[in-house]
């Protein structure tokens, strides 16, 4: 849960950085690529992300602005383009608009009380757990594997 703007404002900037370089490692050949037959692909992952960002805000009284399509994007670069403007987006909002006062405020998330700070640590999560899914998806597909948390085993050789 965050309470200081500036708190959410670092995890944020953090978390999208390593989100955009996952995004950005998937390849158009690869979008397809699932753990087995019939689970959520690299693509579909990746698309989620992107628009959840829009879900969150929205609980929170922001929206951002809207897609053309809610289809997923038949290229790579697509996706990451449009949640690298979504991450920009929040990043300016969280700037200019939100304050400690903000993300102490509880708002209703599905018929509970939830503060501001709670739903954007939330869409962190979120977003991380996702990550971490594509992850491995990129390493399954032979795709470079960026270091999000700390280096990769391929980064720690080099």
């Known amino acids: 849960m965050y309470r200081v703007k500036e708190d959410f404002i670092t995890d944020w900037q953090r978390s999208s950085e390593g989100t955009t370089a996952v995004l ?13 037959e019939g689970h959520n692909s ?13 879900y969150f805000m929205g609980q929170i009284g922001h929206k951002l602005p809207a897609l053309k399509s809610m289809q997923q994007p038949q290229t790579a670069s697509e996706i990451a383009d449009q949640y690298e403007l ?15 006062t903000f993300l102490t405020t509880e708002v209703n998330m599905h018929g509970a009380l939830t503060t501001n700070g709670q739903v954007l640590r939330m869409m962190i999560d979120h977003q991380t757990h996702h990550r971490g899914q594509m992850t491995v998806l990129l390493r399954q597909a032979g795709l470079p594997v960026p270091g999000v948390m700390g280096p990769t ?3 720690a050789k080099a």
Do not use: C, N, P
């Open 153 to 155: 085993k391929e980064e």
């Open 42 to 54: 690299l693509g579909w992952l990746g698309w989620h992300l992107t628009t959840a960002l829009s």
């Open 86 to 100: 979504y991450a920009a987006h929040i990043l300016e909002l969280a700037g200019q608009e939100f304050s400690d």
């Open 24 to 36: 950005r490692a998937m390849s158009d050949d690869k979008l397809g690529q699932s753990i087995v």
